[in-house]
């Protein structure tokens, strides 16, 4: 299983991104797959999920901002983030998982600031 984010970057208060997760040498479509970030001296944590069937969970700092999803034909997971804030600034991984695996990816920094 391997996992690889990309499309971090600067970006100023209030403007947008597109993360990508590309997921290779797995099932992509029966796992679940989330979005978690780290800031600095902080734990990770979650910031969206999303099932094999669809369904969406969002972290309450992000609801109404992030939109989690997934192109299984393209092995691909996203997650667009709007009205971006400096308090986003992190280090987001993208996760696989089923029943018997958990796999991160390498990560990808976003950073908001103007």
């Known amino acids: 299983v391997q996992l690889v984010e990309s499309g971090g970057g600067l970006v100023q208060p209030g403007g947008s991104l597109r993360l990508s997760c590309g997921g290779s040498?797995?099932?992509?479509?029966?796992?679940?797959m989330s979005w978690y970030r780290q800031a600095p001296g902080k734990e990770r944590e979650l910031v969206a999920t999303i099932d094999t069937r669809g369904i969406t969970v969002y972290a309450d700092s992000v609801k109404g901002r992030f939109s989690i999803s997934r192109d299984n034909a393209k092995n691909t997971l996203y997650l667009q983030m709007n009205s971006l804030k400096p308090e986003d600034t992190a280090v987001y991984y993208c996760?696989?998982?089923?029943?018997?695996?958990?796999?991160w990816g390498q990560g990808t920094q976003v950073t908001v600031s103007s």
């Open positions: 996760r696989a998982q089923s029943p018997l695996t958990s796999v």
């Open positions: 040498r797995f099932t992509f479509s029966t796992y679940v």
